[in-house]
């Protein structure tokens, strides 16, 4: 009982610091004059909110999701690479299950998934995150 007030106000400094990075996030993006100005501010929160060697941010373009701003990626010489990679929707499962249910998926192990594909190249990453964020315009 005494570790759980204990970790309480933890718990709470944890979810005010998300909440503020998130209405940082989106005066950003209500500032921004076109979507791609927010990109690389968008990494940058990313990087405040999750622990990681490379984020990037995606865009899905009719069956296709493109990297439209990386971070990390030099660390393994391919971040000229990342962003000239179109990944189709059919034939990557991890994008295809986040972009369909709208809910974020962490894969803590991919060589635990049986469907894990691999990209040449990025054979280094051992897990993932991704976090769907859905905007209509029209």
Known sequence: MALARIKCPQ?????RRFAQILAETIALILKASAPEDVFDPIMEKMQQLVQGDAFNLMLVLGDYAQVVSQRGYEKWGVED?????YFPL????TLRMVYEK???L?????????WWLEVPGFEWIKCTCACPS???IG
Request: no cysteine.
């Open 11 to 15: 718990r709470e400094m944890e979810e």
């Open 81 to 85: 690479k990342i962003t000239w990679l």
């Open 90 to 93: 059919f034939q990557y499962q």
């Open 102 to 104: 709208g809910e974020p």
């Open 106 to 114: 962490l894969i803590p192990d991919t060589s635990a998934v049986s």
């Open 134 to 136: 859905r905007l209509e």
